[in-house]
């Protein structure tokens, strides 16, 4: 517990719960933007477990962050496999595609968007049309031409570049990207945002002159992964992987080691050496074959993807490049994907307790949550009207759409914490009863350290200037 006795200058938290009334009527005039209020939002929270997925179907929360995205009001179930994303998800995820955007165009990425719906001609030619066998959301249009919606776009993509005719060397390498929504039609969706049939993801498809290049820019992507996972504050294991259906000579898996994984793993305690187990052959199960230390079990849900595709596509639809002396040649590609709403429900699944999200700092759909005075409370009698919205967004600008105002003054301030601290705000800020002190004091909630500290005005907002967003 901290105490900071910073002098008292007035004004910003004067009476704080009147305040409220205040932001309700007087926030809407030209040149202030309107605070954030609670009750405005919409959140079907559900916070009874029997009322989370309706009566007799709590047997289907079988994983810690389905129920808490559930019980919170995050997402709502639409049918099997499909969930409406609400508010505080968009936030979050809207977050998330920030800080991708900003890591992919550091190294050079440049956005897309591709149709989902998908020509079965691209897939054929490919003969994953046959191979994905009933993964493939099918459909036929009115002229009886067939489609699918796309899990991935490793033929539209290579098509897309093919139709461009020769690119030069000088435009390699050439790394494409996107985020939309992708569709699997899979045979047992379960565990919420872990394993949907309708999803986003993040995936980049890269052309280069040489299998040396390729493997240069493989290597860069995949440490820009490691980035966004090191920003996010999750811990991930970056291990060998199979190939499968997409193919390729070289292939990794981004891990977060968690009970539920759906992935066994094997990894060394000796050196740096991590596998999916489904690349290893019974032999090599115990043993580490690049030391020979010994191996242990783990298991992992997976958020990332790495592929080197070699020419596989760029052959199958003629991706090529003029070389130095004019040459037509085939472009050695990779692709590279991220669960996006995935990452989210992992996020949550290993940062969380039983019962209260926590979310990787950067990514809450707000960062201060503040609770007001008991309506009627002695607190709320003795203090002035504030002008807290517009001082605190003068102040700390980069909070702007942030803080968000819990105003159900109906509500005891202790309800409204066990609320707070069940949504994971990384901050709340508590007008309790140390408010009637001079200088008024406020309490703080770090919830993602477990921290409190009680802070008077000008120490809150000092506080607050360290805060960091995407």
Not at 301 to 307: L, P, R, S
Not at 373 to 378: E, F, L, N, V
Not at 404 to 433: E, W
Request: hydrophobic share 35%.
């Amino acid at each position: 517990m901290e105490l900071a006795n910073h002098s008292y200058s007035g004004g910003l938290f004067k009476n704080l719960a009147c305040g409220f009334l205040y932001l309700h009527r007087s926030h809407f005039h030209h040149g202030r933007s309107k605070p954030l209020l609670l009750s405005r939002l919409f959140q079907p929270s559900n916070l009874q477990e029997d009322r989370m997925v309706g009566a007799g179907r709590s047997s289907e929360l079988t994983c810690k962050s389905q129920r808490l995205m559930l019980q919170a009001g995050l997402i709502q179930p639409a049918n099997t496999g499909c969930f409406h994303y609400l508010p505080f998800t968009v936030r979050a995820m809207e977050k998330l595609i920030r800080l991708i955007d900003k890591e992919m165009q550091s190294i050079g990425g440049q956005k897309v968007n591709m149709p989902s719906l998908t020509s079965a001609n691209l897939w054929k030619a490919s003969e994953r049309w046959d191979l994905l066998g009933k993964e493939l959301f099918r459909l036929k249009d009115r002229h009886s031409m067939d489609y699918c919606l796309s899990p991935t776009h490793e033929e539209a993509v290579t098509e897309l570049v093919a139709m461009q005719g020769n690119l030069s060397y000088k435009q390699l390498p050439l790394m494409l990207y996107q985020v939309t929504r992708k569709f699997r039609d899979e045979p047992k969706p379960r565990y919420g945002l872990l394993r949907g049939r309708e999803f986003y993801m993040k995936d980049m498809y890269t052309f280069d002159v040489s299998e040396e290049a390729a493997k240069v820019t493989y290597k860069l992507v995949s440490d820009a992964y490691a980035c966004i996972f090191d920003q996010l504050g999750l811990q991930f294991v970056k291990v060998q992987a199979d190939p499968g259906s997409i193919g390729g000579k070289l292939s990794h898996e981004f891990q977060l080691p968690a009970e539920i994984g759906e992935d066994h793993l094997l990894m060394c305690s000796d050196c740096h050496f991590a596998a999916n187990v489904e690349t290893m052959n019974t032999v090599e199960t115990t043993n580490c074959p690049q030391c020979d230390g010994k191996l242990r079990e783990s298991r992992g849900i997976e958020v990332g993807h790495t592929f080197y595709l070699g020419t596989k596509y760029s052959q199958i639809f003629g991706a090529s490049y003029s070389n130095t002396e004019n040459k037509p040649i085939l472009s050695e590609m990779g692709c590279f994907g991220l669960g996006v709403t995935r990452i989210l429900a992992a996020a949550i699944e290993v940062l969380s307790t039983e019962t209260n999200i926590r979310w990787p700092s950067l990514l809450a759909p707000y960062q201060v949550c503040v609770i007001s005075p008991k309506k009627g409370s002695k607190e709320e009698l003795n203090i002035n009207q504030p002008e807290f919205y517009d001082n605190l967004m003068d102040t700390v600008p980069q909070l702007h759409g942030e803080v968000l105002f819990d105003d159900r003054s109906h509500l005891t301030i202790g309800r409204r914490m066990k609320d707070a601290s069940c949504l994971g705000y990384p901050y709340i800020i508590i007008a309790g009863k140390r408010i009637l002190e001079d200088p008024a004091i406020f309490e703080i909630k770090c919830q993602n350290n477990g921290r409190t500290m009680f802070l008077t005005q000008e120490g809150i907002l000092d506080f607050l200037k360290n805060i960091q967003v995407v």
